[in-house]
C-alpha cells in the first residue's frame, strides 16, 4: 500500500514543477512581443542607446514635433535630460514615454519644464531649493516632492542646465548670473 501512496504524491510533484516550469517559459516570452502586437502597458523595448531620444521630448523642448529640430544638447544637459525624464517627466510635462502624465491631477498644475516664463525668473539656487527642499519647505505645494536625498548636487546642476537650454522664451544667461539679482532676470 505504501508504495503507490508515494509513487502517487511523486507524480504529482513532478506534475507540479513541469507546469510551473512551463508558466515561468510562457510569461518570458512575453518579452519578446514586438511592439506590432499591441502592448498596452509597461516599457517598450527599444535599444538602450536610443532611450531618451525616440521619445521625442512631450512637450518639454522646442519643436517637438520635429525630431530633426530636437535641441542639440552638451553633456551636462543630456544628464539633467536623463534625470529629467525618469524623475520629473510625470509632473512637469503632458506626455511621458508611459502615456498620459499626472500634471493634470497635481494642484497646483506644475509648470511645463520648458516654461521660461515662469522658470527663467526663477535663479539657479532658487530652482535647485524646490528641488532639493520639496515645495512644502520653500513655502509651496507639498506636491513637489524633495530630490534632496535621491540626487545629488550634481544631478541638480543638470537638471537646471537642461530648464535652461529649453526654456521657451530663451533664458539669456547674460541678464541672470551678471548680477544675480531677481530684477535683473525680468528684463
Ligand atoms: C508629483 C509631482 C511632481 C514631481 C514628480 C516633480 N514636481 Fe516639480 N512641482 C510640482 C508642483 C505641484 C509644483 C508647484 C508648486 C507650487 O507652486 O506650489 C512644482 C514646482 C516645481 C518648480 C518651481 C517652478 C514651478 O513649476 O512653479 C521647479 C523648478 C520644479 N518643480 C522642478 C522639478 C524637478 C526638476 C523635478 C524632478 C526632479 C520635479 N519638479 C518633480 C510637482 C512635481
Known sequence: MRIPVLYFSLLIGVLVLAFGFKQTQASQACWCWSQGQGMVAGPIPHPPSKEYESYGSYGTEADWNDSSHLLPLNYEQTQGKRIFYQQ?????????????????????????MDDGATLNKMKDEAIIRIIAEGGRKVGRSAMMPPYGGTLSQGDMQSLVAYIRVIASPPYSTAASSATGSPEANKK
Do not use: I, K, Y
Open 88 to 112: 520629473c517627466v510625470w509632473c512637469h510635462a503632458d506626455t511621458t514615454p508611459a502615456g498620459p502624465s499626472n500634471r493634470s491631477n497635481v494642484t497646483p498644475t506644475p509648470s511645463l
